[in-house]
């Protein structure tokens, strides 16, 4: 486990992998891509850090709209995992929608390393957001509640993790939960 990861984070620039931008819109920052992605194509590649479940806050250095610029991650954009946290540059940027336009899947490489694939969920212009369903590993967002504005038929209105969706919503969603969702569901049933 890294105990101190700002140091590490100093003076380092974080850009975003090919075919993908940081920008800042009027909902804040998010995700898009810049290229077309085919439905069920690897939009990126990435591995997390994992952090102490402390308070924590940490300066970055994001390339935003081609301006590279300050930001902080805190903790209700890290998730909960085992006893530490995780969040990833720049994952930790992508907005929920509850019919959203990727996916991730957690890997592991023959070096025993760990990563994780964003995979697209539908056809991808560029410009399009990616967004995914915070639910499916959030299990009660840190308490972060908000009101969904996705616009989706589907949409959940407010989103509390899975925790705070209704039992006949989580039903149909248990063969794909993942991460701490799927391991508090497994504690509590
Ligand atoms: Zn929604």
């Known amino acids: 486990m890294i105990l101190d990861l700002q140091p590490q984070l100093d003076g380092k620039v974080f850009r975003c992998p090919e075919g993908v931008a940081l920008t800042r819109g009027p909902m804040g920052l998010g995700l898009i891509v810049t290229r077309p ?5 690897v939009i990126y590649r990435n591995e997390s850090f994992t952090v102490p ?6 300066r970055v250095l994001v390339e935003i709209d081609g301006s590279v610029e300050e930001v902080r991650v805190t903790r209700t954009q890290s998730v909960k995992y085992g006893d530490g946290r995780e ?9 929920h929608a509850c ?4 996916m991730f899947f957690d890997l592991v ?5 760990e990563f994780y694939e964003q995979v697209a969920l539908v056809d991808l212009a ?6 995914i369903d915070y639910t499916l590993h959030d299990w009660d967002c840190d308490g972060h509640v908000f009101t969904c504005l996705c616009g989706s038929s589907e949409c959940y209105g407010l989103v509390a993790g899975f925790k705070g969706l209704p ?4 039903d149909t ?6 991460g701490e969702t799927a391991r508090m569901w497994a504690a509590l049933h």
């Open 87 to 95: 969040f990833d540059i720049p994952g930790t940027f992508i907005n």
């Open 173 to 178: 969603m248990l063969h794909r939960i993942k």
């Open 53 to 58: 479940d402390t308070d924590h806050s940490y």
């Open 109 to 113: 490489a023959d070096s025993g390393d």
């Open 167 to 170: 039992r006949h919503v989580q």
């Open 126 to 131: 560029p410009g399009d957001p990616i967004t």
């Open 99 to 102: 019919n959203p336009t990727s």
């Open 37 to 41: 992605f085919r439905a069920g194509e």
